[in-house]
């Protein structure tokens, strides 16, 4: 079909990855942390809401509670 050379299939490699807290590398039993430390101090920045996405919304707008009904509109 084509006169060009075949090429091996491509495999996945997996690249040492580093601790995302610390910068460490990764700990087996908590990848992707170093330890079990470093798990626990992420799990509580995803508890009290560290990580948030930027938005455009202002609060309370689309969000339970608000007053508004399930269709958008006044109850």
């Known amino acids: 079909m084509t006169d060009r050379p075949a090429t091996p299939p491509l495999r996945a490699v997996r690249m040492a990855a580093n ?3 610390c910068g460490k590398p990764d700990a087996t039993g908590y990848r992707p ?7 626990d101090i992420d799990l509580g920045r ?3 809401e560290g990580y948030r996405v ?3 919304e202002g609060p309370g707008e689309d969000e339970p509670g608000s007053g508004r ?6 109850s």
């Not at 942390?33 to 798990?39: D, G, I, P, Q």
């Not at 009904?69 to 006044?74: D, L, S």
């Open 46 to 48: 995803w508890l009290k």
């Open 33 to 39: 942390f170093c330890s079990k430390r470093c798990a």
């Open 19 to 21: 601790c995302p807290i």
């Open 54 to 56: 930027p938005t455009d």
């Open 69 to 74: 009904g399930p269709t958008g509109q006044g």
